[in-house]
């Protein structure tokens, strides 16, 4: 990636405001932005930064039935995971073949299937970069992260650094990894371990610490790390169960005051990411035959992915 680029961001919620504003404040005239999304939004959007700074731009929106006549030179998915396919099936057609997609979702669900459909190089990004939505025109960056880029089957090492690269220099340290799937699936461990308990008995993070929560959260992991060693995940830092417990508590700890992001899609009566949080755990363990209790509990309590009546 060199020369003017031009990113679709494609799913204007915080996480792609956040991208988007980044890329287009930071780069001085190396990146063209475009934000897309079902409905189109103001195009002057601010950026608030964990600093306190105001970053104000005004960015090219348009809707995904309207895409720019212009091919980028990147795609980037920032949709929730239930919503990806569907965002991508509305532009596919329009892209020219080869045309780099980069895949932002949570969870390990969308992502091989669009690896497989896209007719071009996709990667997959992780990040642990913190953002909320506060209007129409505003998003605020609540704190820093780290994103991690690669593809599945590793290979576009050289497209995995370029965009490394730029989102480096737009401000949102990246580096491009060999082992995203294993990174994908150490952040759906995490999420797992949270978010359905949070989001179930209607929590801040740090109050799975304290009793009645805490024997649930060691026994979800117990299950997430026996499932994923049959899956053949590496366990972080290689310690197997004690790796998986250590990172968990410590994200706990680390976000201690959050209202993570199921409680949050709970509590505004959205769309959950239980499917792609739980489902592909749930499907290992079948396919593994191995037994989940806590986990099939968890997905059972949460109800609908969807609530009912919502697209
Ligand atoms: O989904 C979230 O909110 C976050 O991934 C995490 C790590 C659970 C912290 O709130």
Redo the contacts with the bound molecule.
């Keep these: 990636m060199s020369g003017r680029d031009s990113h679709w961001i494609v799913g204007p919620g915080a996480l792609g405001r956040l991208i988007a504003l980044r890329l287009a404040a930071r780069t001085t005239g190396g990146v063209e932005v475009t934000l897309l999304g079902r409905r189109r939004l103001p195009a002057t959007q601010t950026l608030v930064t964990p600093e306190g700074e105001r970053l104000t731009r005004t960015l090219r929106v348009t809707t995904t039935d309207n895409p720019p006549s212009r091919a980028p030179d990147a795609v980037h998915l920032t949709t929730k995971a239930h919503a990806a396919e569907a965002a991508h099936a509305a532009l596919a057609a329009r892209l020219p073949p080869g045309t780099p997609l980069v895949l932002w979702q949570?969870g390990f669900d969308c992502q091989p299937r669009l690896t497989e459909r896209h007719a071009g190089p996709v990667l997959c990004a992780t990040t642990t970069e913190g953002a909320f939505v506060a209007g129409e025109e505003r998003v605020v960056h609540a704190g820093h992260g780290q994103t991690l880029v690669g593809a599945l089957a590793g290979g576009h090492r050289d497209l995995a650094g370029g965009l490394a690269r730029r989102l480096d220099e737009a401000g949102l340290p990246a580096r491009a990894v060999d082992d995203i799937r294993d990174r994908l699936w150490q952040?759906l461990a995490?999420?797992a371990a949270?978010?359905p308990l949070v989001a179930r008995f209607r929590i801040r993070?740090g109050q799975l610490r304290d009793r009645p929560f805490r024997p649930m959260v060691e026994a979800v992991i117990a299950e997430v790390a026996t499932i994923l060693a049959a899956e053949g995940v590496a366990p972080p830092r290689g310690e197997g169960l004690d790796g998986w417990r250590t990172l968990v508590w410590a994200?706990v700890a680390g976000?201690a005051n959050?209202r993570?992001?199921?409680l949050q899609d709970v509590l505004a009566g959205r769309p959950t990411e239980r499917d792609a949080i739980l489902g592909p755990l749930l499907a290992a363990a079948r396919r593994h035959d191995i037994a989940a209790p806590r986990l099939a509990g968890l997905e059972a309590g949460l109800g609908p992915a969807r609530p009912a009546g919502r697209p």
């Design positions: 949570n952040k995490v999420n949270i978010n993070n994200v976000t959050n993570a992001s199921m």
